[in-house]
């Protein structure tokens, strides 16, 4: 069954959501990214998604002490990304709270250092962004091409040993407008074996019950959870 995962996106330590990455089109929906986590917990929720906005337009973590804050106040596994760029940066994530890191851009460009990130925290502790248009692989917060087909990026990194992936097409993100069914279809297709999480445009919950039904193994969920497209009382069948 799919796991949903909110996400929470961190701005200024509050809780934010962007449309198609743009920062110009800051949301805030709640100073209190632990109080946002708190609600779905309460609500059977198991698993956050916690990106640090500032972070990743800085290319540095930023936005620490809120993975600190969710991780202690809650019993949530979570996953962060933005700003990791060294090891020490990983550890320091782990350390926070995080249970996976999540990295997009460093994958791409440098890929020896994920393997050895691999090599020292497992492969089961990373889960692999995936931005894509028009199948292609994008970077530096989706503003540049990375001239890569998504089919050749997630093989090169399933060889690696990673088999948890979350992708992202950004012709849907934030537009409430429905997720990328028939793009997830031909990865899982190509990729049965792959843990693949759909992220961006998941807009009401037939579009959860839909990628339920391609075997998509999680879905991560923003702007419809923040704007009462979806309710939690509606996720309730996918909670344990």
């Not at 497992?122 to 692999?128: D, E, F, Q, R, V």
């Not at 001239?147 to 399933?158: D, K, L, R």
């Not at 997720?179 to 190509?190: F, G, H, N, P, R």
């Not at 579009?207 to 193994?217: A, K, P, R």
Request: with cysteine; glycine share 10%; hydrophobic share 40%.
């Amino acid at each position: 069954m799919i796991e949903i995962i909110p996400a929470i996106d961190v701005i200024e330590g509050k809780c934010v959501r962007l449309s198609q990455g743009d920062y110009d089109t800051k949301k805030i929906y709640n100073e209190s990214p632990v109080d946002v986590a708190k609600m779905f917990e309460d609500a059977g929720i198991q698993r956050l998604h916690i990106v640090d906005l500032d972070g990743a337009k800085q290319s540095r973590i930023v936005n620490i002490k809120t993975l600190e804050a969710v991780a202690n106040a809650t019993k949530l596994k979570i996953d962060f990304g933005g700003g990791i760029k060294t090891t020490n940066d990983v550890q320091t994530v782990l350390n926070a709270g995080a249970t996976f890191f999540n990295i997009g851009s460093i994958a791409v460009k440098q890929p020896a250092i994920v393997e050895g990130w691999i090599k020292r925290f497992g492969a089961s502790k990373i889960l692999l962004g995936a931005d894509v248009k028009d199948e292609n692989i994008m970077i530096h917060g989706w503003q540049q091409s990375a001239n890569i087909n998504i089919f050749n990026y997630i093989s090169a990194y399933i060889i690696k040993g990673i088999n948890n992936i979350f992708c992202t097409d950004i012709s849907k993100d934030g537009l409430l407008q429905g997720a990328s069914v028939d793009l997830y279809k031909k990865i899982l297709a190509e990729f049965s074996e792959l843990n693949l999480i759909a992220s961006g445009g998941v807009t009401v919950i037939e579009d959860v019950d839909e990628l339920n039904t391609i075997g998509c193994s999680g879905a991560i969920i923003g702007k419809a959870l923040y704007e009462g497209r979806i309710q939690l009382s509606q996720l309730k069948k996918y909670l344990q």
